[in-house]
């Protein structure tokens, strides 16, 4: 039998190849998914100023202990106050100011009572909205300092609030911009050079003649470089010639990884696993997984002696995603700062019988769905790699381990929750 190499030395092998990428300040809008590379402190306190929680009445509590339904505490309203302006005066005993939620806490006062606590509505439905009410009835006793926000409540000066390492998600750009910064310091996003290879390949968009197929991996690699966080950098389509593929390849190592797909197994025609060769070096290219087994991976020399990544994918559509994800996936999200890049995994009962019967890592296109609490697991359908409309259907893929030959109905399974599918596993 061929020896296979395992997955876990294909990968381990891989990504000691690969290392964070320079940090670079980037507009903090632009950061999502990435990798903080800085310590973020705050430089002032978040809140920066005490503000009121509520719509309602700032007051003095000592002034409305012991307001009932039956005991109403009356105050005088001396002033207004609404969110992004200053108090003009300070709260006195017996008075009160009418405030809106966040705006500046006036001076004296220390509490503030809720519309729904005082007569504010009862009054306004015989006034004309113009009119000011002089004077405010409060029915409820608030408990002191309720519903004020304290200045740093949230953050105090000089705290620690994100540490490098973080990876931002839509909340962390919210607390950069809380903290009134416009840009964050970032691993930066790793530029993907992706070129497909075949005679047969024709671009969508194009007549298609006899003979040729579109191109689908440029796309589904790009899009999948996308989804984890590189800039793909689409390169084309490369003949099955040497000249043609050193040209296009050459136009590809002014990036940080290349990615080329088909032309590593042992066809005639399969010159990349060549040219890798020649021009390069090349760690591996047969993996114990199904599918995906052709995989090639190595490096490139550019001009300038940088020694430029290069992944070889399988032809075949599916073969080529599955690969990406297992491997091209990781490389690229370390690139981008990761410390963890395994992917989110569920365990799920199968509903079918799945056999696995050469020695390699399966890796099943499943449609995964929850019933009580529980996931269930079935095949898309006919496994065969360049099905892609079944991994249309798959929001998982059903990992077999190499050394289990089958799996029958109701056994567990792990399932690898495919990226942007986790909405369609409820
Ligand atoms: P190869 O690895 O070159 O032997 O290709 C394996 C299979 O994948 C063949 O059927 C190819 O036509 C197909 N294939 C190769 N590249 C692509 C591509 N970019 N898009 C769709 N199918 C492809
Ligand atoms: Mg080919």
Redesign the pocket.
């Known amino acids: 039998m061929e020896a296979l190499m395992s997955m876990e030395e294909a990968l381990e092998r891989m990504l000691g190849h690969f290392r964070a990428l320079e940090a670079k300040d980037t507009p903090i809008l632009e950061t999502l998914g990435q990798v903080l590379a800085e310590d973020i402190y705050a430089a002032f306190d978040v809140p920066p100023m005490d503000n009121s929680a509520m719509d309602g009445y700032a007051v003095r509590a000592s002034d409305t202990s012991g307001a009932a339904a039956e005991f109403p505490v009356s105050l005088d309203i001396i002033g207004q106050v609404a969110a992004g302006h200053l108090p003009e005066v300070g709260v006195e005993p017996g008075t009160a100011v009418r405030i809106m939620t966040g705006a500046p806490m006036p001076g004296g006062a220390d509490t503030v009572v809720p519309f729904e606590d005082t007569d504010e509505s009862q009054q306004r439905e015989s006034m004309l909205t113009s009119e000011r009410l002089s004077k405010i009835r409060v029915f409820k006793e608030p408990t002191a300092a309720a519903n004020v926000r304290r200045s740093g409540d949230d953050v105090r000066q000089g705290a620690l609030v994100l540490k490098a390492g973080t990876l931002i998600r839509p909340s962390e750009i919210g607390v950069m911009a809380t903290l009134g910064l416009a840009a964050a310091r970032v691993y930066r996003r790793p530029r993907v050079g992706i070129l497909?290879?075949?005679d047969?390949?024709v671009e969508p968009g194009q007549p298609l003649g006899p003979g040729q197929?579109?191109?689908?991996?440029?796309y589904s690699i790009a899009s999948q470089v996308r989804q984890c966080g590189g800039e793909p950098v689409l390169l084309g389509i490369a003949k099955d010639n040497i000249d043609e593929l050193l040209l296009k390849i050459s136009t590809g190592l002014s990036t940080d990884f290349l990615i080329t797909?088909?032309?590593?197994?042992t066809?005639e025609y399969?010159l990349v696993k060549d040219i890798l060769t020649k021009h390069g070096w090349m760690d591996f290219w047969r993996v114990r997984m199904r599918p995906g087994k052709?995989i090639a991976f190595g490096s490139l020399k550019a001009g300038d002696g940088r020694e430029i990544p290069h992944m070889g994918l399988?032809?075949?559509?599916v073969s080529s995603m599955i690969a990406f994800e297992q491997f091209a996936r990781p490389a690229i999200m370390k690139m981008l700062g990761y410390k963890d890049t395994t992917r989110l995994v569920i365990s799920a009962v199968l509903e079918q019988r799945v056999v696995n019967d050469d020695g390699r890592r399966f890796f099943a296109r499943a449609i995964v769905s929850k019933r009580d609490g529980e996931y269930y697991a079935r095949l898309t359908g006919p496994q065969g790699s360049?099905i892609l409309t079944s991994m249309s259907r798959a929001n998982g893929l059903i990992v077999i381990p190499e050394d289990v030959q089958a799996v029958n109905p109701g056994e567990r399974v792990q399932v690898q929750v495919l990226a942007g599918s986790e909405d369609l596993l409820t």
């Open positions: 497909a290879t075949g047969e390949l197929i579109y191109d689908a991996n440029s797909s088909a032309g590593v197994s066809g399969d052709p399988p032809g075949n559509p360049n």
